[in-house]
């Protein structure tokens, strides 16, 4: 079935750092892949997405390019704040899996000013 | 509503009793998805529900589990002899439309089973 993995954290940055979360998948069709966003006290919400290959999600400095190839949806952001400080998600949604969204582990990103 | 609301917010049970979490979705929404966040580890996918469709039940974890859907609206997950190991948060969340949406996440229902 499909699958989403993300690299382990947590993840421990300074201020204005570049910040890379890696993520890949295994789904059997064409996925929409997605970022989700935690912050400390707070529900989960939607960060970016891409619907198709090659396709560059952004929103608030983050972006993430969907690769067929490598089967990737990295997350970087160029220079992170301490509010940025969250948990990340990976996710995604197939039409193989009837469009529900299967989603990483999380990873824990912390950024020390 | 303006969000999804999930209640109870903070549920504590003792070992062996029966437990229920409702959500309320977002009005108009067709998807409600239920997923569980223990300590340290991601989202689990539980049940998804879309439109009059039957539910994908695939995630629940054993028979003690099992969820409803009233009226295509609100949804009632129910733990029947809870565990140690269900103590976790519950998180309800809905889409509009069929197709890969973006979801809305309630605010959870942290259960502990003492």
């Known amino acids: 079935g499909d699958s989403v993995t993300q690299m382990e954290g947590p993840v421990t940055l300074s201020e204005e750092a570049f910040l890379t979360i890696n993520c890949t998948y295994t789904?059997?069709?064409?996925?929409?892949l997605f970022w989700y966003v935690q912050y400390p006290g707070e529900g989960l919400q939607l960060l970016l997405k891409a619907t198709k290959a090659d396709d560059k999600g952004s929103n608030k400095g983050f972006e993430a390019t969907y690769r067929k190839e490598t089967t990737s949806f990295h997350l970087e952001k160029g220079s992170v704040q301490v509010s940025d400080s969250a948990v990340y998600f990976c996710?995604?949604?197939?039409?193989?899996?009837?469009?529900?969204?299967?989603f990483g582990a999380g990873t824990r990103l912390f950024v020390k000013a | 509503g303006a969000g999804v609301s999930q209640s109870p917010s903070n549920k504590v049970t003792e070992k062996g009793k029966d437990v229920e979490l409702r959500c309320d979705p977002i009005s108009g929404h067709t998807a409600l998805y239920w997923y569980r966040q223990s300590l340290g580890q991601g989202l689990e996918f539980l049940i998804y529900?879309?439109?009059?469709?039957?539910?994908?039940k695939s995630g629940l974890p054993s028979d003690r589990f099992s969820a409803e859907r009233t009226g295509g609206s609100v949804s009632t997950l129910t733990i029947q002899r809870t565990q140690q190991e269900d103590s976790a948060v519950y998180l309800c969340?809905?889409?509009f439309g069929q197709g890969p949406r973006e979801l809305f996440f309630g605010e959870g229902s942290r259960l502990t089973v003492l």
């Open positions: 789904a059997t069709g064409y996925p929409s």
């Open positions: 969340a809905s889409s």
């Open positions: 529900f879309q439109g009059n469709s039957a539910p994908d």
């Open positions: 996710a995604l949604s197939d039409l193989s899996g009837g469009f529900k969204t299967i």
